[in-house]
């Protein structure tokens, strides 16, 4: 049927359905429903073993903060005393009560799967050694690095001193012994802690005297071999091993704060002596130490865990990247230059010659860093505006803006200090933007600022260009590597202007101003996706075909789940590509069945958002900084982008179409909340990131094989 072009602008029709809480998953439960997918990836036995391990930290890394962010949140509500029902009817108490619950046999199964990774890695002579194991020149040479490096570094402390509390940092590993001694016949008993600074290497090396093998003592291992060295001819009990998560949920006042970044600083500093949220303590502690470790960390609501294993899988990180085992890592997928830029081009001339859509990381994020590093040294260049979320810890982005303020250009870059878990880093790179000459804004007051856009101004043949980079994620060229986003690149003169709009409203308190092609959240944002889901529920309704697929991190936003749930229920089909949080209940008889919902989990982590609308056969195509969470679409500054290229909505099309045919690691979910892998009865199975990898690498190699001289053909 033809198009009859429903004005998206329309007022909506009113809702046909009446949605109870039957019909939202419970945002916690969903998330970790989403670890427990990475965790899946630990228990598969056809990946390298490396590879398995690092998806262990992964999921360590993941539970860490959520507890500190979700579960600290959470613990809040119940001290208060507060009975308010999410959108799936459950109480705060019950949230935290069910949370602990799934995260107990949660953490069992993590140590259950490292338990068989234990012995693997021993095969391929990746060993952890105990006491036991030592031999006596492994034991010499331990001491000598224990007196170097471990025995200045450390400070016991006294638990009856009032700053014992104050020694126990949230995700540090820490020992607690009983020291007892005494002269004349006297007797004294105290109990001491030793933190382990996250500063020291968690892993020591040991030699191996065969060669071959890579063999080390835990951090904690190495302190409890010699740490009578602490207390001379004094007895010291075995120390228990433990470890704190201390609630983050703590925000700047930014309203009303007078120096935000000496606020942050107080922020910071207020998130050290926080309540704890979880209390982690190694099997074998003492009923004594346990007792102690309970009160010093004031447990009466914090969550005690028995760890059967070693605290703190985060540490696997560095074992799944130790050198000389290649073999046991999952073979590299290059990521080749986009062939819409010639080698050695003005990055300046290769956007004007058409806008360039990119595939991180199939494509290197090195464009990127062109147009900021190129801006910098360009004599044309008057200007650079950009907002930083999370930076790499040395970041060229942020080396090439100093550069930039010190060759005189004006640059101004909003550098977001409510980066949860970043906010020191931003501090510190925000000081030294600061020195360079380089305008500094510390966001926006009562909201995160989490749009990706870079505005490059330049000025040529007497006229001024604005060139832009849009993306999903961050400025960071290291994450660029292991995450999945979009860029675009453009010098649309349209979208110049709305950039320098939006850098007007979010640096310079001016009043918001309607965008020609952009959309910003909280202004706008989420009227505009709404307006795009009701056009195709008003097309179905008009018997046309309707469609919409879309791409994103998390889906929790009630009113977003509604319009869903009432397109489905017009007959629009909707595909949902939804990486972790995921409230939407798909399959449900006159609700959602024309929704279908996939998860992928695999070598890296999908972060790019796409939303494609179907629009009567002329697709509306989307790439945003926003998933469609409350939080981005009312309480963050977000960005919403339009793809106007014709080869780049067919790109982005096809994106979302291989993913959601991915039959490998593509998990479905079920109106019962639970996620399955496809039943896969077809030969060849389909894995979406291998695929755009391999496309990308043939792209590349097409374009280096391209002839100089084109042979026509010719009929015989």
Same mark, same amino acid.
């Given at each position: 049927?033809?198009?009859?072009?429903?004005?998206?602008?329309?007022?909506?029709?009113?809702?046909?359905?009446?949605?109870?809480?039957?019909?939202?998953?419970?945002?916690?439960?969903?998330?970790?429903?989403?670890?427990?997918?990475?965790?899946?990836?630990?228990?598969?036995?056809?990946?390298?073993?490396?590879?398995?391990?690092?998806?262990?930290?992964?999921?360590?890394?993941?539970?860490?903060?959520?507890?500190?962010?979700?579960?600290?949140?959470?613990?809040?509500?119940?001290?208060?005393?507060?009975?308010?029902?999410?959108?799936?009817?459950?109480?705060?108490?019950?949230?935290?009560?069910?949370?602990?619950?799934?995260?107990?046999?949660?953490?069992?199964?993590?140590?259950?799967?490292?338990?068989?990774?234990?012995?693997?890695?021993?095969?391929?002579?990746?060993?952890?050694?105990?006491?036991?194991?030592?031999?006596?020149?492994?034991?010499?040479?331990?001491?000598?690095?224990?007196?170097?490096?471990?025995?200045?570094?450390?400070?016991?402390?006294?638990?009856?001193?009032?700053?014992?509390?104050?020694?126990?940092?949230?995700?540090?590993?820490?020992?607690?012994?009983?020291?007892?001694?005494?002269?004349?016949?006297?007797?004294?008993?105290?109990?001491?802690?030793?933190?382990?600074?996250?500063?020291?290497?968690?892993?020591?090396?040991?030699?191996?005297?065969?060669?071959?093998?890579?063999?080390?003592?835990?951090?904690?291992?190495?302190?409890?071999?010699?740490?009578?060295?602490?207390? =001379?001819?004094?007895?010291?009990?075995?120390?228990?091993?433990?470890?704190?998560?201390?609630?983050?949920?703590?925000?700047?006042?930014?309203?009303?704060?007078?120096?935000?970044?000496?606020?942050?600083?107080?922020?910071?500093?207020?998130?050290?002596?926080?309540?704890?949220?979880?209390?982690?303590?190694?099997?074998?502690?003492?009923?004594?130490?346990?007792?102690?470790?309970?009160?010093?960390?004031?447990?009466?609501?914090?969550?005690?865990?028995?760890?059967?294993?070693?605290?703190?899988?985060?540490?696997?990180?560095?074992?799944?990247?130790?050198?000389?085992?290649?073999?046991?890592?999952?073979?590299?997928?290059?990521?080749?230059?986009?062939?819409?830029?010639? =080698?050695?081009?003005?990055?300046?001339?290769?956007?004007?010659?058409?806008?360039?859509?990119?595939?991180?990381?199939?494509?290197?994020?090195?464009?990127?860093?062109?147009?900021?590093?190129?801006?910098?040294?360009?004599?044309?260049?008057?200007?650079?505006?950009?907002?930083?979320?999370?930076?790499?810890?040395?970041?060229?982005?942020?080396?090439?803006?100093?550069?930039?303020?010190?060759?005189?250009?004006?640059?101004?870059?909003?550098?977001?200090?409510?980066?949860?878990?970043?906010?020191?880093?931003?501090?510190?790179?925000?000081?030294?933007?600061?020195?360079?000459?380089?305008?500094?804004?510390?966001?926006?007051?009562?909201?995160?600022?989490?749009?990706?856009?870079?505005?490059?101004?330049?000025?040529?043949?007497?006229?001024?260009?604005?060139?832009?980079?849009?993306?999903?994620?961050?400025?960071?060229?290291?994450?660029?590597?292991?995450?999945?986003?979009?860029?675009?690149?453009?010098?649309?003169?349209?979208?110049?202007?709305?950039?320098?709009?939006?850098?007007?409203?979010?640096?310079?308190?001016?009043?918001?101003?309607?965008?020609?092609?952009?959309?910003?959240?909280?202004?706008?944002?989420?009227?505009?996706?709404?307006?795009?889901?009701?056009?195709?529920?008003?097309?179905?309704?008009?018997?046309?075909?309707?469609?919409?697929?879309?791409?994103?991190?998390?889906?929790?936003?009630?009113?977003?789940?509604?319009?869903?749930?009432?397109?489905?229920?017009?007959?629009?089909?909707?595909?949902?590509?939804?990486?972790?949080?995921?409230?939407?209940?798909?399959?449900?008889?006159?609700?959602?069945?024309?929704?279908?919902?996939?998860?992928?989990?695999?070598?890296?982590?999908?972060?790019?958002?796409?939303?494609?609308?179907?629009?009567?056969?002329?697709?509306?195509?989307?790439?945003?900084?926003?998933?469609?969470?409350?939080?981005?679409?009312?309480?963050?500054?977000?960005?919403?982008?339009?793809?106007?290229?014709?080869?780049?909505?067919?790109?982005?099309?096809?994106?979302?179409?291989?993913?959601?045919?991915?039959?490998?690691?593509?998990?479905?979910?079920?109106?019962?909340?639970?996620?399955?892998?496809?039943?896969?009865?077809?030969?060849?199975?389909?894995?979406?990131?291998?695929?755009?990898?391999?496309?990308?690498?043939?792209?590349?190699?097409?374009?280096?094989?391209?002839?100089?001289?084109?042979?026509?053909?010719?009929?015989?």
């Amino acid at each position: 049927m033809t198009s009859s072009s429903p004005n998206p602008e329309a007022p909506p029709a009113e809702p046909q359905l009446r949605l109870t809480e039957e019909h939202f998953i419970n945002r916690e439960l969903s998330w970790l429903a989403f670890n427990s997918r990475v965790l899946d990836e630990v228990a598969r036995v056809d990946l390298p073993v490396l590879e398995r391990v690092k998806f262990l930290a992964i999921t360590a890394s993941n539970l860490d903060e959520f507890f500190m962010v979700r579960i600290g949140g959470l613990q809040l509500l119940r001290e208060q005393g507060l009975r308010v029902r999410d959108n799936a009817g459950l109480t705060p108490t019950q949230q935290w009560e069910q949370v602990q619950q799934q995260a107990a046999a949660f953490v069992a199964r993590q140590y259950a799967i490292l338990q068989q990774l234990v012995p693997l890695m021993k095969e391929q002579g990746i060993r952890r050694l105990l006491s036991a194991d030592l031999s006596p020149a492994q034991r010499t040479l331990l001491r000598e690095y224990f007196d170097e490096h471990i025995f200045p570094v450390l400070s016991p402390v006294v638990v009856d001193d009032t700053g014992a509390r104050a020694a126990i940092p949230a995700l540090n590993i820490i020992l607690l012994c009983t020291v007892t001694g005494g002269e004349s016949g006297h007797t004294e008993k105290r109990h001491v802690l030793l933190p382990l600074p996250a500063n020291l290497p968690r892993h020591v090396l040991v030699p191996d005297p065969d060669g071959g093998q890579f063999l080390y003592v835990n951090l904690e291992d190495v302190v409890a071999i010699f740490i009578g060295e602490f207390f =001379p001819a004094e007895k010291v009990s075995a120390p228990a091993r433990f470890r704190v998560s201390r609630n983050t949920d703590i925000t700047v006042d930014d309203e009303s704060a007078f120096d935000l970044a000496s606020e942050m600083e107080e922020v910071l500093e207020q998130r050290l002596k926080s309540p704890a949220i979880r209390i982690e303590i190694e099997t074998g502690a003492s009923r004594e130490h346990t007792r102690i470790i309970r009160d010093l960390c004031g447990a009466r609501t914090a969550q005690i865990y028995d760890i059967p294993g070693e605290l703190d899988l985060r540490a696997y990180f560095q074992i799944a990247g130790i050198s000389g085992f290649e073999e046991l890592k999952v073979d590299p997928w290059d990521s080749p230059p986009s062939t819409s830029i010639t =080698p050695g081009e003005s990055i300046f001339d290769a956007i004007k010659r058409g806008d360039i859509l990119l595939h991180h990381p199939y494509e290197s994020f090195d464009p990127i860093l062109a147009l900021v590093e190129e801006a910098a040294a360009d004599p044309n260049v008057i200007a650079i505006k950009q907002i930083l979320y999370r930076t790499a810890k040395n970041s060229r982005i942020i080396s090439a803006l100093i550069r930039a303020a010190q060759a005189g250009k004006h640059v101004t870059v909003l550098v977001e200090l409510k980066a949860r878990f970043d906010e020191a880093r931003n501090l510190e790179r925000a000081n030294d933007l600061i020195n360079a000459g380089a305008q500094i804004i510390y966001g926006v007051a009562g909201l995160k600022t989490h749009a990706k856009v870079c505005l490059v101004m330049r000025r040529e043949s007497g006229h001024m260009t604005r060139y832009m980079h849009f993306g999903t994620g961050n400025y960071n060229e290291a994450t660029s590597k292991l995450y999945t986003d979009i860029s675009l690149l453009t010098c649309r003169a349209d979208f110049g202007t709305d950039a320098s709009a939006f850098f007007n409203t979010v640096t310079g308190r001016s009043r918001f101003v309607h965008f020609n092609k952009l959309s910003m959240a909280p202004y706008g944002l989420r009227e505009r996706l709404l307006s795009m889901i009701r056009s195709e529920t008003a097309r179905a309704r008009q018997g046309e075909a309707a469609e919409i697929m879309l791409k994103m991190n998390a889906l929790e936003d009630r009113q977003m789940i509604a319009a869903l749930y009432e397109a489905s229920h017009a007959g629009v089909k909707i595909r949902l590509n939804v990486r972790g949080i995921c409230c939407l209940r798909p399959g449900i008889k006159g609700i959602s069945e024309n929704i279908s919902v996939v998860s992928i989990i695999d070598r890296y982590l999908e972060h790019a958002r796409i939303f494609w609308f179907r629009q009567g056969g002329k697709p509306a195509v989307f790439i945003a900084s926003a998933d469609f969470m409350n939080r981005n679409l009312s309480k963050r500054v977000e960005l919403l982008t339009p793809v106007e290229d014709r080869e780049a909505r067919k790109r982005l099309q096809h994106i979302l179409e291989v993913h959601f045919a991915d039959t490998a690691r593509g998990r479905v979910l079920k109106a019962d909340g639970t996620w399955h892998l496809p039943n896969v009865t077809a030969a060849k199975t389909i894995r979406s990131q291998e695929q755009f990898a391999r496309e990308m690498i043939k792209r590349a190699r097409q374009a280096n094989e391209s002839p100089d001289v084109l042979v026509p053909h010719t009929p015989k």
